[in-house]
């Protein structure tokens, strides 16, 4: 099978480098155009990203691409014309409006965006996809290129890393008719989560900081959008996606001293019918989701690992499960205040970034939005 | 003034050691005996810790003295003939029924002990002490005396370190009448909470661990107790401490890579009562009790302290506050679900053992329970 | 091929683990037989190591196998009778006499025993092997086995961790005839150096330790006997190995926060004739050796891997090259006061431990020592 | 006695909060003025550190003070007129040519310059100066004055951090008649070294950096001068310092994952003439100074603090010994290829830093410069 070309932008960055890296001998994409800002514009990549290289092998296969200016979409589209560029991963970082500024433009020139970025996750037609969570989601995509007069572009965005350990486990628990009311959330998050040189180690040596700005707003709300459906606002069809009621989410975020894994500690609170904690095991345990039924390159085996150790997971011994594609709970028990507690974990660069990002990807080419 | 001399039982160990160290230069209480296991009886203190003194100047005053068998209790008795123990501090390492079983012949002896240990945490007659607190819990020394036959001798305990960080700040807002039903917190909790060696560094260096074994029961329960009230059984005044009702408490309790200091991100559901931010802003301000009144000499100015920046409390710029005996809280916000959000810290070696210890040995001081 | 059946002698430690750990799907040995502790003994291998899993997949291949006594020699020559050991890798973690009175037992049986432990570096007739530089040194084999009435079982070790990040780079450059007269080393060492539970965390946060104990005579002698000669004392025909004169190290070990890889600062004197940097970057780009020549599994493609970044080798981007069996080198350059300055890497648990266990069996494989 | 009023430029840095600390209480010196970036001017000195104070304590007693403009002259030349600065304290951080042409500005405009930047380290008329060591250099700023045309001002500077913990017990030796040929050194130096936000987090966990620009030139090169000799060029007596030539020196400088407190494992060749390990102990321990002698205010008692533990001395535990002031030095033994191995530890923001210079500012009033 011919691989189809695709671009990063942002690609010297963190997440940037860390989609070079997962892209890598991936069966279905292969990396043949590489934007970043200005100043990395004009050098080889691997010229680009010398002394601040964080992921091993990234720069052996597309070391030698020459990186593009990524406010340039001309240079996108020149590089689409000559077959190297079907689609775009964005890891923009920028400021939210510079970034959705561009993402559009993208689009409009034709390319599907498949983004990490913030910028358009509170767009009414943008879905938010976890790739095992709201697949069905795509079906939004026809409404927003109608909308905007886009012709083959379009924007998927993923949510952000905080909410990957525990999106999914709820989500499972949903399914099987569990409904979840509320939720009461304290994370313990990497530091690669804040980008480099992100935070300083003066701050992470023999310290926690009890914030992250803006993490908690999105941790609370992100939830609800994936969970939500797709509603269409009569005859002229114009598809949005409208909230989920439930669960309500209270989120605590902290920054830890380690490098990649995002833990949260969860109570849980469900409606009428309340799942035993045998039960939550189970369905965890035997949760499969359309990725895994048709074997998506990136898809975890199980995306849902549950430990019975007391003192798992945790981000050294649990972040890189299955590709680090897989969300590691346990610690599951009844909560002394809601219904169940549990302790979740997904690796955040990876099945909170790029991997996601990648995920999403091969969910789309699937479902034939990737030509 | 004459100093009260004093005993510390498990001298050697890591909170025995902050022992002496707080007790240098007290003004009433001089550490003039020192026991700890018998592979250290016999040995000088600088010799018995040397290679593993963990507090700067731990063995100056008290480096000379020879370390007694904490298992001989005839020894203390000796020191206290020769003028050397008026009450002791038990810092003892061992299991809870070997503790049990100790602590309850010191006291048989004749001394008061004020204990470090959780053996006696749920013995009904044996006050549970946060001097800011409960400092009438101390009416029950009489009952237990009388109860056991013990002259002079008696045990009070102090509670785990974990709920330091929360428990006076919510009793400051309970005082003011509002009560407070159910409360959902996470700890991050500092290595030396797990003594010495304890945690391996293998297990912190790039990771956290979701779990403490025993540590979030006793979170959850201990409060419940420090709230109760002293009940008398009838006729024969046999006295117990009554547990409150609530607040029922659900703990996540995470190890995390930091020296010295508890964190705790607290969500807490008021009764039909329900104070605004600035008002419980205020009252812990203005939050002020026994210890402050009588200005014990280890009692921190303002029990708590509020910090308005967004990324504060942190452990290692806020947990030395006011000799390390101050609670700091910060980011008190609403919560998305229940009603009240903050995160509160607190030094858990020296607050949440060696100096609360002290800080309760000088509230029997004052209550002439010391002689 | 039918693979090798191997035993693992304390296979539930640290290094142990690693052992299982690499020799998952190795295209030669397969473990078959797993001793440790009679703590250990008759458990699933999967229950003995719970919850102090160390390595990835530890458990997946061997995790059923039933956990021998390491101290029962007859239970691993009934295992060897079954056809499930046909030698064994020494990861022995007790005192040095314990081990060396077992290890010879070991091959009194019939085993040649692979080990990773000290007891034996000093034997005289035991070749200490870093299959790179001296794996000539196998020739001795035959007269330790003569000289002790040994039939097919015999011992070789491999060298302490701390060596392995200079130890080759200097053989490189004696081979190419500069002779290297001194050494001084500065070495930051990893806590799985330690074992487990190791380095306490309160000694490793925001903090180094600079002593391991015994490590900087290792570090000074072990050199010395790798570079040097077999001699055999006249017509009775034994053999010993008879150290190199040079180089004179002198070593400084520290303990620092990092979970694997030891770094070593190396200043380098030469005899008469002195390299350029230039030419020593060559010698080591270029150099191969056996393991290289013959394709040998876990041999790294290049034994030496030349970084030419200002502030490369780090251990956390560094000590995974090359299946983590690669030794990096960077910052080359003169020496103020001796000649030549160089930094060298390498991973203390596979390449300092078990990798370089495996790569010495395929060499006595290779050699025909192993049947 | 009325304390000397004095300003602080880069107050607002890590250095220059930690001079704002150090200067809290001084006997002699208070601080009237503060100066940092034009960022900074304007705002109330606790409002410009709002979020990044790194001391305890910091903004207590200058919070109030409104921060000049470092670039600024005049607005110093002003404070000096209202009695709020009779010298500088400079802590500036910005490019080496605009220090130097600032802080000579400063002296220009009659404000003695006590410098921390490493611009004006290679003047020759400037001297560096650790107190204890080289107090004698004073005597060049008469010329210096008058070479420039200087009135009261002048400039005076110290040495780097780094070189903190072996120059004054090497000085120590020296002046004892024991010449020192040779140096070998390694540093693991702590992050703070590097200022704020200074070294990521990514690079410090799970980590260690074995490169610090500029720090082995600095390392190698400073000793010289320090343990220079004023010379003066004949009749018109322009004076200056001429390097020593001993001793050589090569260093290898490590960034390790450490708060604070930078250590060295350094080992020495010596002329004919060696001293025992034992009288290296002697001559250390009972080493005093000129800032002893005369009980300056932040001297410490002992400038060298010698540990017999195997392990120490370590950051933890030693960086802060005498107000964070001495050096603790250990692990005094032979040296297998020079003649003497130690380690030394000094606190690199205190004694390397700010409390050097402050040190160095109680020398100078003692010698009359300061008015």
């Known amino acids: 099978m011919t691989k189809i070309p695709v671009g990063v932008l942002g690609a010297t960055g963190m997440v940037g480098q860390q989609y070079i890296a997962l892209l890598n001998n991936h069966p279905w994409f292969e990396v043949r155009y590489a934007a970043a800002s200005p100043k990395s514009a004009g050098k080889k990549y691997k010229d680009a990203t010398d002394g601040r290289v964080h992921y091993p092998g990234v720069t052996e296969s597309v070391g030698e691409l020459v990186v593009g200016d990524a406010n340039d979409v001309s240079a996108a589209v020149a590089a689409a014309k000559a077959?190297?560029?079907?689609?775009?991963?964005?890891a923009l970082e920028m400021g939210k409006d510079e970034i959705r500024t561009l993402e559009d433009a993208y689009a409009a020139a034709g390319f599907p965006v498949i983004s990490n970025a913030s910028a358009h996750r509170w767009t009414a037609d943008v879905p938010m996809l976890i790739a095992e969570v709201n697949h069905h989601h795509t079906d939004i995509i026809t409404s927003q290129q109608k909308a905007r007069g886009w012709d083959k572009g379009f924007i998927v965005v993923k949510p952000n890393c905080s909410i990957q350990s525990y999106t999914t486990p709820l989500y499972a628990l949903i399914q099987e008719g569990y409904e979840i009311k509320r939720l009461i959330v304290s994370t313990l998050q990497a530091v690669?989560?804040?980008g480099y040189p992100g935070v300083p180690s003066l701050d992470m040596i023999d310290n926690i900081i009890p914030y992250i700005g803006g993490e908690e707003e999105k941790s609370e709300l992100e939830p609800l959008k994936i969970l939500g459906s797709i509603e269409r606002a009569g005859a002229n069809e114009a598809g949005l996606i409208k909230n989920a009621e439930y669960p309500k989410v209270s989120a605590h975020c902290n920054r830890i001293p380690a490098n990649d894994g995002h833990t949260a500690c969860v109570s849980v609170e469900?409606?009428?019918?309340?799942?035993?904690?045998?039960?939550?095991?189970?369905?965890?345990?035997?949760?499969?989701?359309?990725?895994?039924?048709?074997?998506?390159?990136?898809?975890?085996?199980?995306p849902i690992i549950v430990r019975e150790e007391n003192d798992r997971p945790q981000p050294k011994k649990d972040r890189d499960a299955d590709k680090a594609m897989a969300v590691t709970v346990g610690r599951i028990?009844?909560?002394?205040?809601?219904?169940?507690?549990?302790?979740?974990l997904s690796h955040n660069t990876v099945r909170g970034a790029a991997g996601g990002g990648i995920l999403n990807a091969e969910l789309l080419k699937h479902k034939g939005f990737l030509g």
């Open 83 to 90: 077959g190297n560029c079907a689609f775009v991963f964005s």
């Open 192 to 194: 690669s989560g804040a």
């Open 270 to 302: 469900f409606g009428a019918k309340k799942p035993s904690v045998e039960e939550v095991k189970k369905i965890w345990t035997k949760f499969r989701s359309l990725p895994q039924e048709l074997k998506f390159p990136l898809a975890p085996e199980r």
């Open 333 to 344: 028990r009844p909560c002394n205040v809601f219904d169940l507690r549990f302790v979740g």
